[in-house]
Each structure stands twice: as C-alpha cells, then as structure tokens.
C-alpha cells in the first residue's frame, strides 16, 4: 500500500510568444487572412496618411481659433462671462469631491488622475484664450483639485447626499446663468453654443429620469386607470418622431396652459419636448428592470411588513435600476446628441452657432473643420458619461454574482 503522497506537478511553463509569432498565428494564419491582412494595411495606411495630411497641411483650423467664443458662449455678454467661470467652477469642485470619494482607496496620481490633468494644462496651454480665461481654467483646476482631496477625506456614509447636492449645484448653476435674486437677468436668446447645448441636455435628463420611472410605475400598476393612461403615453410618445414633439411644443404647449403662462419662453419649450419623449424611452428601460427583479423581492419585504411604497423604494425599485444603468446612460447620450435638432428652431445650439460661423464670409466652405470639431466636443461629453457609467456599474457589481 502506498502511504506517500505523489509529488506535486508543476504547471506547464507558458512561454511569451514573439511578436512574428503573434502575426503569423493572428494575421498570417491562411491564404485569405493574408489578403485581408495586406487589403487592411493598404487601407489604414492611405486613409490614416490621407488624413494627417488633411489636418497638418490643408484644413484651416483658424476658423475654429477664431471662433472658439462663440462655440462654447455663443452671444452671451462678454461683462457677464464671469458667471459661466463661476457655475464651471461649482461643478468641478462638486465632481472633484465626487472624484476623489469614489476613489478613496486608489492611489494619488492614478491614472485617470493624470489623464484629467494631462487634458486640463493642454487645454489651457494649446488653446487659443485670452490670458483672463486661462488663468480662470487653473483657478478651476485648483478648485477641482482641492475638491478630489476633500472627496478622498469624506467618510463612507456621505454617498447618500451626493444627489442633493449636485442638485443644490445645479439650480445654483441656473441662478448664475438666468440672473435674478439678485444678479442682472439675462434672456435666453444670447444662450447659445455648448452653453445652451449643456443647460437643455442636463435640464431635460435631470427632469426627464423622475417622469421616466414614475411612468415605468404606472405602467406596472394594478390599478388599470393608471396603467392604462401610462401605456397610453409611452405608446403615443415612442409612435411620434422627436422632431414632431419639438415642433408640437413649440406650436401647441400653449395652448394647454394657463392665460398667464402661455407667454412660455422658447428655451423652455423645446426642454419640455425633449422631457416629455426622452421619459417615453426611459420609463420602457425602468420596466425592463422592474421585470428583471424576482417576485420573492417584493413578497419577502411584504412579510417583512413594509408598505407597498416602501417596497417598491427600497427593494424592488434600486434592484431595477442598477440592473438597467447602460439602458438609461445610453438613452441620457441620446438625448445629449437629440440637442442638435434645436437648430431647427431657431435655438443657436452648438450646430447651429456652427451654421452661422459658416455663413461669415471669410470662413464660407469649411465645413469640414468646424463640424469635425463640433464633433469632436460631443464625442468628449459621451464618452464622458460612458466612462462615469463603467464606474458606476464596477462599483455597484453590477453583472457581478
């Protein structure tokens, strides 16, 4: 009888593979891969060449330096920019404190830290500002800074007043925008450029979450009046396309208010379209979640003795959001871009201070360097809110078991 244990194994050595091995397993490894691999090559190396010449040599990027006021503040007075700095600085520090408490654990100078860094001393370096604006973006890279420190500091039970206070920010934001209460009123029709874009897009996703999951609820209530009249909303609302909604709000909506309140200023019609369709396809998102948390949940906090709404608020509701976050920030994107077609009406958004940059003389025909700009603003936003996303969702595990 064998009393001794066998000797361990030792795992098989896992050798690197050279980089010509790699390419021969990878993009050599049958008579058409080679063809796609050398038709591919040829391809990138034209276009990426083709487009790098475009850049350096033939686009006149002047248009964009010679415009950059007027594709973030548009006609915003010039005496009043100091406002625009000030709510800049609000949200910065707000997301600097966010920052820093959601990376407690990481180290000082992660990575995304000196990324963040890296495109804020680029900005302020490489673009075309007047001295007065970049000292103002190394006062806010101050203020976002000295915010990640304090988020770091923060204890673990201080998430719960983040929404409350990035909603305080944001009425504070407005506050400095409109005027009033103090500070001389500015109309809506200097709001134009990134500035507009960003104060419709946040407005109606802020305005636009709360509607979207009480429609969700609606629609899974047994009540069937409520039921009804929701499925009813999201039916009519998802059949119409966006630009019949804004044309409708700006025409139609009011017509459905109150004498004293049909003077509604045009802005505000066209974030009351964007609410009214974008909570549509939101609430359909929330459903999917709802559907997606098992019944015992709710029957388990029954028992338990909770009421039907502290059920739904604190069980089933938070489940059913967390399991539907990439739906909703994919419908928030949406909506950001859905902005543009504000230009339609008149609304001088990004895209349409960009059409009346076109329309000065000196500048008639390039449109390929304004729009590649413009979009390249929208694609930093997105990619914003799809990294802030990723981070949440690795935070809450979501997909995890």
Do not use: H
């Not at 929330?286 to 604190?314: D, F, H, N």
């Amino acid at each position: 009888m064998q009393t001794e244990l066998p000797p361990p194994i030792a795992p098989p050595i896992s050798r690197a593979s050279s980089p010509w091995e790699w390419m021969r397993v990878n993009l050599f490894s049958t008579w058409y891969n080679v063809i796609l691999t050398i038709v591919c090559t040829v391809v990138i190396v034209v276009g990426v060449s083709n487009l790098l010449r475009w850049v350096f040599d033939i686009a006149q990027w002047n248009v964009v330096a010679t415009n950059l006021q007027l594709f973030f503040v548009g006609r915003f007075p010039p005496e009043l920019y100091w406002r625009v700095w000030l709510s800049l600085g609000v949200l910065a520090g707000l997301a600097g404190i966010a920052w820093g408490f959601s990376r407690k654990d990481a180290r000082w100078f992660s990575r995304s830290t000196l990324i963040a860094l890296g495109i804020i001393f680029a900005a302020v370096i490489l673009l075309p500002l007047p001295l007065s604006s970049r000292l103002w973006l190394l006062a806010i890279a101050l203020v976002a800074t000295v915010g990640y420190t304090i988020g770091r500091q923060l204890p673990a039970n201080f998430s719960g007043w983040f929404p409350v206070a990035w909603g305080v920010a944001f009425l504070v934001v407005w506050w400095l925008i409109k005027g009033g209460l103090g500070l001389a009123p500015t109309p809506t029709t200097v709001w134009s450029g990134l500035l507009l874009t960003l104060l419709t897009a946040t407005t109606s996703i802020i305005l636009s979450f709360p509607l979207g999951v009480l429609l969700a609820l609606g629609r899974q209530s047994p009540l069937p009046v409520v039921r009804g009249l929701s499925t009813l909303y999201i039916e009519v609302i998802r059949g119409l396309p966006l630009i019949g909604i804004l044309f409708l709000a700006q025409v139609m909506l009011p017509l459905f208010l109150p004498p004293w309140f049909r003077d509604l200023d045009r802005v505000l019609r066209a974030i009351a379209g964007l609410v009214l369709f974008s909570a549509a396809y939101l609430a359909e998102n929330v459903r999917g979640g709802l559907q997606a948390v098992p019944r015992g949940q709710a029957e388990a906090a029954k028992a338990l003795g909770l009421s039907a709404p502290l059920t739904v608020s604190l069980i089933v509701l938070p489940q059913a959001l967390k399991a539907v976050i990439p739906a909703i920030v994919g419908q928030f994107i949406s909506l950001f871009k859905d902005t543009s077609l504000l230009a339609l009406f008149g609304l001088l958004e990004l895209t349409g201070i960009a059409r009346s940059i076109l329309a000065q003389p000196e500048f008639i025909g390039r449109y390929a360097e304004v729009y590649l700009f413009i979009g390249l603003i929208y694609w930093i936003f997105c990619y914003g809110m799809s990294q802030a996303s990723r981070n949440l969702e690795r935070k809450l595990n979501v997909g995890q078991r």
